[in-house]
């Protein structure tokens, strides 16, 4: 199985989104569990629900300079998490900043949330790791 949680400025990015991601994770032979937050209002119920959880993908359908922002609060909220960050052309570069695991364009295609999902290695339900392999230190999620 694989958790996935959805941020989306609108519900027509969330409901292009699911079936991609279900199909995807099909293929590599998971299960996908997906709960999507749609719009500004769901923001803060969002990060509560992703915070200190580095098993799980964040993936964000954000667009424009207020995209960044979002996508900026979420990975800040969940440093360890993989993140997935859907957007327009001129966000690609801002992504390498906040160190998403792979950004690709809105509206999503079959095979950009393939190479996304291929890029957080969902062969192994490890958790995150460093870049010599070694488990990261993982804040407890309960407080």
């Not at 990060?47 to 359908?61: D, E, G, Q």
């Amino acid at each position: 199985m694989v958790r996935f949680v959805i941020y989306a400025d609108s519900e027509e990015d969330t409901k292009s989104l699911i079936p991609l991601l279900r199909e995807e994770a099909r293929k590599r032979g998971k299960w996908a569990l997906i709960q999507p937050y749609v719009g500004q209002e769901a923001l803060p119920r969002y990060l509560s629900f992703v915070k200190r959880n580095p098993y799980l993908v964040m993936v964000v359908a954000t667009r424009g300079s207020n995209g960044r922002t979002i996508a900026t609060k979420i990975r800040e909220n969940n440093p360890l998490a993989r993140m997935l960050w859907f957007s327009d052309p001129d966000n690609c570069v801002y992504s390498y900043r906040i160190h998403v695991t792979c950004f690709g364009l809105l509206p999503p295609t079959e095979e950009g949330v393939a190479l996304a999902l291929d890029a957080c290695e969902l062969s192994s339900e490890k958790p995150p790791t460093d870049s010599q392999g070694k488990k990261r230190n993982v804040p407890s999620t309960h407080e």
